[in-house]
Nanobody
Framework: QVQLVESGGGLVQAGGSLRLSCAASGSISSFHTMIWYRRTPGKQHEFVADITGDGLTNYAVSVKGRFTISIDNARNTVFLQMNSLKPEDTAKYYC????????????WGQGTQVTVSS
C-alpha cells in the first residue's frame, strides 16, 4: 500500500509563507484525488484542499485565495503552497488520497506541524 510522508512545516510569522510536500512511496497517478487536511488538538481532521487526477482543485473557504494545491506525478509528490498565513492556520497538516472518487482514505501519516505566530 502506498505510504504518504508530509514535510515542510515549521514556525512562521503571520503573513508569511510555507510550502508543504507530501511524498508518496509509490505512484500516485492512479489515485482519483489527493487531499490535504489539518488537525488541531481535540478536533477531527479538517479538509483544506484537494486535487483530482484531471487537475481540478477544491479549497476550504478559510484558505481559498491563500493556499494552492499542486501535484507532480513524475515525482509522486503533492504540494500545498500556503501564503498570507494566519495564526488560525496553526495545525498539524496531513495529506491523504482516494483511489476512487468515493473510495476510502489511506492510513494517516505523521503529518507536519505548522505554527503561525501573531
Amino acid at each position: 500500500q502506498v505510504q504518504l510522508v508530509e514535510s515542510g512545516g515549521g514556525l512562521v510569522q503571520a503573513g508569511g509563507s510555507l510550502r508543504l510536500s507530501c511524498a508518496a512511496s509509490g505512484s500516485i497517478s492512479s489515485f482519483h484525488t489527493m487531499i490535504w487536511y489539518r488537525r488541531t488538538p481535540g478536533k477531527q481532521h479538517e479538509f483544506v484542499a484537494d486535487i483530482t487526477g484531471d487537475g481540478l482543485t477544491n479549497y476550504a473557504v478559510s484558505v481559498k485565495g491563500r493556499f494552492t494545491i499542486s501535484i507532480d506525478n513524475a515525482r509522486n509528490t503533492v504540494f500545498l503552497q500556503m501564503n498570507s498565513l494566519k495564526p488560525e492556520d496553526t495545525a498539524k497538516y496531513y495529506c491523504n488520497a482516494r483511489q476512487r472518487i468515493y473510495g476510502p482514505l489511506l492510513p494517516w501519516g505523521q503529518g507536519t506541524q505548522v505554527t503561525v505566530s501573531s
